[in-house]
T-cell receptor, first 110, second 114 residues
Framework: AQRVTQPEKLLSVFKGAPVELKCNYSYSGSPELFWYVQYSRQRLQLLLRHISRESIKGFTADLNKGETSFHLKKPFAQEEDSAMYYCALISRGGAQKLVFGQGTRLTINP | KAGVTQTPRYLIKTRGQQVTLSCSPISGHRSVSWYQQTPGQGLQFLFEYFSETQRNKGNFPGRFSGRQFSNSRSEMNVSTLELGDSALYLC?????????????FGPGTRLLVL
């Protein structure tokens, strides 16, 4: 069964500190992994995807197939990073069916 | 380009009634997926439509149905509403099916069932 687990519902760090949001997945095969973000009063939007291997707003995420993890990291947190973050996977092969984790609410304290 | 739009934004219904929600994808996008978001269950996949055909369905009862029109606009319908159907219903569109597609989400329709 496809499953995404985000072990932390809430995460609070100080501005300038490193941030790591954890994501583990269960999937038999080779999925595509994503991080979506939802800022206050805004719609859900894509932050980054593992196949593009790019850094968005200073965030990076590395897919570790051995540990089935896709943790999101940023070396220096900023107050505008406060938001709800969702890790999600989609199976390769066509279906536009995202499986989401429960989300982590990140709060950056000044 | 205009983003994904959903109407109505808010809806209040009573148990037993039915409801229809509408989604207009980004111009040129042909794939539309629907999700239900609740505090308890999080974001759960409902359906995927492409070329007016349902391609995938999530684990929801038959009271939940949908369709897609030739202009890619999509509607979902929930019949015989239950209290547990209260949720934020999100629609997402992508250019096509297949790997590498990005789903763009609408603002959602918040449904309250009394």
């Amino acid at each position: 069964a496809q499953r995404v687990t985000q072990p932390e519902k809430l995460l609070s760090v100080f501005k300038g500190a490193p941030v790591e949001l954890k994501c583990n997945y269960s999937y038999s095969g080779s999925p595509e992994l994503f991080w979506y973000v939802q800022y206050s009063r805004q719609r859900l939007q894509l932050l980054l995807r593992h196949i593009s291997r790019e850094s968005i707003k200073g965030f990076t995420a590395d897919l570790n197939k051995g540990e089935t993890s896709f943790h999101l990291k940023k070396p220096f947190a900023q107050e505008e990073d406060s938001a709800m973050y969702y890790c999600a996977l989609i199976s390769r092969g066509g279906a536009q069916k995202l499986v989401f984790g429960q989300g982590t609410r990140l709060t950056i304290n000044p | 380009k205009a983003g994904v739009t959903q109407t109505p934004r808010y809806l209040i219904k009573t148990r037993g009634q039915q409801v229809t929600l509408s989604c207009s994808p980004i111009s040129g996008h042909r794939s539309v997926s629907w999700y239900q978001q609740t505090p308890g269950q999080g974001l759960q996949f409902l359906f995927e439509y492409f070329s007016e055909t349902q391609r995938n369905k999530g684990n929801f009862p038959g009271r939940f149905s949908g369709r897609q029109f030739s202009n890619s606009r999509s509607e979902m319908n929930v019949s015989t509403l239950e209290l547990g159907d209260s949720a934020l219903y999100l629609c997402a569109s992508s250019l096509a099916r297949g790997s590498g597609q990005t789903q763009y989400f609408g603002p959602g329709t918040r449904l309250l069932v009394l």
